[in-house]
């Protein structure tokens, strides 16, 4: 555990020190600074890791069983080509299960580090958003899966500039590496949606449909295609309500700001949908364990879109402050009717300071519910969300 309290103390520090530099040259250099040093630390924990992770040992064991067998065949239980031949092609040079790890984790790295880097409008905290919503402990776990997540983050220039062509091939080299990715599909289409009450409702039509369809297409389904899955407790079992709650609340944080922030870009509904796309499967999993992995393609780009609500906001609470308090002032019949000279009265100086500390607040908030959501993940069960608790390493002196 203790590393894990380590790891976030440490990039909220490194945060506040790159943040220092007043012009903005230093402080894009300085951006990149933290980007660089935070990447190498979560790299540097989830290569080195032993034995942490849900999935470990089934890698471990499909990584010395692949370079035994070498090139001879492709094929490997049901894991997709691309992964195979990348562990091949790693076997083929080292017989260290380490070395795996540490370029599976750098290919899981790669492109959360280039989608924040290239995106975000605040990296500090898309850095900890990542953190603290889980999915950074997906590259402890779901091994295939995070390279294909990361695959699909380079995706996201497409996705805003409506190109689908290149969309399409993005999701499906990522879907060499787990086919998962294919969800994305129609998810680029959900995208294009108004982001309204409409399309909230729309969902909740199909959350309902799900419900009361699932368990029968789920039979046929499985019974025909990934019979290992049928009657498994992927299946009968879901999971906890309660790891729900975060993200329904930053989705709802979403929807209210798409409906009533203004200045919002044109991309920025595109993410609000995506999000809404990742809420559908995430109440889907508390019924079905199997479709959280579903969830986590265009949950990643909540990375940007929680930064680009707060820049949002920071935006729109001086002219909504000052606007209600020349409404205040009019109320109470102290404000002149020159409406130029009344403006004069207004303390600009104190509306500022407001929507700052209103501003600060709402950081704050999303930094510590965040935070306190990744702890409660750490400390849940006895192995912790993607079992990655307790932590191992091949470096004695990070274990614990």
């Given at each position: 555990m203790l590393i894990y309290i380590v790891n976030i103390i440490s990039v909220v520090l490194y945060g506040l020190i790159c943040s220092l530099p007043k012009d903005e040259k230093n402080r894009r250099i300085m951006r990149l600074v933290f980007l660089g040093i935070t990447f190498l630390q979560l790299w540097f924990i989830v290569a080195f890791r032993d034995k942490t992770g849900n999935d470990f040992a089934m890698y471990s064991e499909g990584f010395f069983l692949m370079k035994r067998d070498g090139f001879s065949t492709l094929e490997y239980k049901d894991w997709e080509l691309g992964f195979v031949v990348l562990t091949k092609l790693i076997g083929a040079v080292t017989a260290n299960k380490t070395v795996f790890f540490a370029i599976t984790a750098l290919l899981s790295l790669a492109g959360p580090a280039y989608l924040i880097i290239k995106h975000s409008k605040m990296p500090f905290l898309s850095v900890l958003?990542?953190?603290?919503?889980?999915m950074y402990y997906v590259s402890f776990n779901y091994v295939r899966q995070a390279i294909a997540i990361s695959v699909i983050c380079f995706s996201w220039d497409f996705i805003k500039k409506k190109q689908?062509?290149?969309?399409?091939?993005?999701?499906?080299?990522?879907?060499?590496?787990?086919?998962?990715?294919?969800?994305m599909l129609?998810?680029?289409?959900f995208a294009k949606?108004?982001?309204g009450i409409r399309t909230v409702l729309i969902y909740c039509y199909l959350l309902l449909l799900y419900y009361i369809t699932s368990d029968s297409v789920l039979n046929i389904l499985l019974s025909q295609v990934h019979t290992e899955y049928e009657n498994s407790r992927f299946i009968t079992t879901g999971i906890s309500v309660i790891y729900i709650v975060v993200p329904f609340l930053l989705c709802a944080a979403l929807f209210f700001a798409r409906k009533y922030l203004t200045a919002a870009p044109p991309e920025f509904s595109y993410l609000v949908c995506l999000s809404y796309f990742a809420m559908f499967w995430m109440v889907v999993?508390?019924?079905?364990?199997l479709f959280e992995r579903f969830s986590y393609y265009s949950y990643i780009f909540i990375v940007l879109a929680i930064?680009?609500?707060?820049?949002?906001?920071?935006?729109f609470l001086p002219n909504f402050i000052l606007q209600r308090t020349r409404s205040k002032m009019k109320d109470s019949a102290s404000l002149?009717?020159?409406?130029?000279?009344?403006?004069?009265?207004?303390?600009?100086?104190?509306?500022r300071k407001r929507a700052s500390v209103y501003y600060a607040l709402a950081l704050t908030a999303v930094i510590l519910i965040t935070?306190?959501?990744n702890l409660f993940g750490l400390m849940s069960g006895t192995s912790g969300v993607h079992g990655v608790f307790p932590y191992s390493s091949v470096i004695p002196f990070l274990n614990g």
């Open positions: 958003l990542y953190m603290n919503l889980f689908f062509i290149p969309f399409l091939a993005v999701v499906l080299f990522a879907s060499l590496f787990h086919f998962s990715a294919l969800i129609p998810a680029y289409f949606m108004k982001g999993m508390t019924k079905h364990s930064p680009e609500a707060l820049v949002m906001l920071k935006g002149q009717s020159d409406e130029d000279s009344g403006a004069k009265r207004i303390n600009e100086k104190s509306i935070t306190a959501y």
